[in-house]
């Protein structure tokens, strides 16, 4: 079946422009082109599409309120932003509703990529509703003393962008989020992030206040579905795990970028469970609870009441949010590595191997054996020897 995508601008050469760069693609997407957001809106009522790339600056319905309506309306949509103007307001008007944001010119190589990405996303989430309310996500709850923190740091006079830098590291949700920022063509960075605190300082204090204090981007948890201390055991977690991939990465000498990529996964390989817990919270909880009380795993009880699990939705919304590729695999493939085509030691082996290793010898002390390491998935790619090898380097990096 062919894939529905909706361009929007106001101008009719722009339109002509991509309708011929993207003629390669005729077999593949059905392409709809509409001349500004009142007629977007039109189509879009009679039709459904699965991606809508959109300009900003356009007379009549802007970019932005277009975004702010299809985000309401129709949430399932992949909503990017392909603009040539990259002044900041237009900017902060938009990073709560799209996705990804890609800067005029743009060569037909980046525009199909990022598209066909987008698609192949799709495909993670099989449920309509589960993908409306993932899609609809614009923020990730912070734990509420970091949130305090952060703001209360933006707003002082003699704020430093160490300290900034400091708060956000420790914190899922802001990380997630400031490199989604990073990933967005508008603020031309370089795409490979060593790590959040580099991130940090490449998008700069002003930038961070503007994101922060006016777009609002980053929020505080509140106590609706799962508790508190959940969030903070997950944290805990999620930083552990992400200082164990890094340690693994290194033992097994990868490449430096493949281990800050190690580590930025193994941070972000549970969002899904705060992905789910924002968007489905008294459900979430209950499955939270179920999981607890009869020694079933989290995981199956999720796969039993959504039909899917918090690696594949917290991979969706990563993907979406501009995500490199072997990123968001190890998110998706976290707990079963065995179902992911590339058997060799990568991210994904990191990442697998510092879940089970973080669940083993950090505060949760869980026995080995049930630590659901995929031990054959690892003999496959040529490392099931060197667990106790990693066990112990991840020991003495605790101390
Ligand atoms: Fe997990
Ligand atoms: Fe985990």
């Known amino acids: 079946m062919k894939r529905k995508i909706l361009f929007v601008d106001d101008e009719p050469n722009v339109l002509q422009g991509l309708k011929r760069m993207l003629r390669g693609m005729r077999n593949e997407w059905d392409m709809v082109f509409a001349e500004g957001g009142e007629e977007a809106m039109r189509i879009l009522e009679g039709d459904s599409f699965e991606v809508l790339v959109t300009d900003m600056r356009m007379p009549g319905m802007h970019g932005a309120e ?76 912070s734990l509420p003393r970091l949130y305090q923190e952060i703001m209360a ?33 508008f603020f031309a960075l370089p795409r490979h992030i060593e790590s959040i605190a580099q991130a940090v300082n490449l998008l700069g204090l002003e930038t961070i206040k503007a994101l922060v204090l006016s777009a609002q981007i980053f929020s505080q948890f509140e106590n609706k579905g799962v508790s508190e201390s959940f969030l903070e055991k997950l944290w805990s977690h999620c930083m552990g795990t992400a200082a164990f991939a890094k340690v693994i990465a290194k033992e097994e000498h990868l490449s430096r970028e493949m281990a800050d990529d190690a580590f930025l996964a193994g941070m972000l390989h549970d969002v899904g469970k705060l992905i789910l817990s924002t968007g489905l919270s008294d459900k979430y909880s209950a499955i939270v609870k179920r999981a607890g009380e009869n020694g079933a795993s989290l995981r199956e009880i999720e796969q039993e009441e959504l039909g899917t699990t918090h690696g ?26 065995d179902a992911c085509p590339a058997k060799t030691m990568g991210g994904l082996a990191a990442v697998h191997a510092a879940n089970a290793l973080e669940h083993a010898l950090g505060p949760e002390g869980m026995k080995m054996e049930e630590a659901s390491l995929d031990r054959e998935f690892l003999d496959q790619a040529g490392v099931g020897e060197k667990v106790e090898q990693w066990a112990l380097a991840c020991e003495s990096a605790i101390e």
């Not at 800067?103 to 509703?129: G, M």
């Not at 707003?155 to 990933?183: F, R």
């Not at 695999?329 to 976290?334: G, K, L, N, Q």
């Open 153 to 185: 740091e933006l707003q002082s006079e003699n704020a430093s962008i160490e300290s900034i830098a400091k708060i956000i590291s420790g914190d899922v949700g802001m990380s997630a989020k400031i490199l989604q920022m990073v990933n967005s063509a």
């Open 312 to 337: 594949a939705v917290g991979a969706y919304l990563m993907g979406l949010w501009g995500f490199a590729d072997n990123v968001v695999e190890a998110i998706a493939f976290h707990h079963t590595p």
């Open 66 to 141: 277009l975004l702010k309506r299809v985000k309401n309306k129709y949430p399932e949509i992949v909503r990017i932003v392909l603009s040539g103007h990259s002044d900041q307001e237009l900017i902060l008007k938009s990073v709560r509703t799209a996705h990804q944001y890609l800067s005029k010119p743009c060569d037909a190589e980046t525009l199909k990529n990022t598209v066909s990405r987008a698609c192949a996303l799709r495909a993670l989430l099989k449920d309509e509703t589960l993908k409306q309310v993932v899609s609809n996500i614009d923020t990730l709850p």
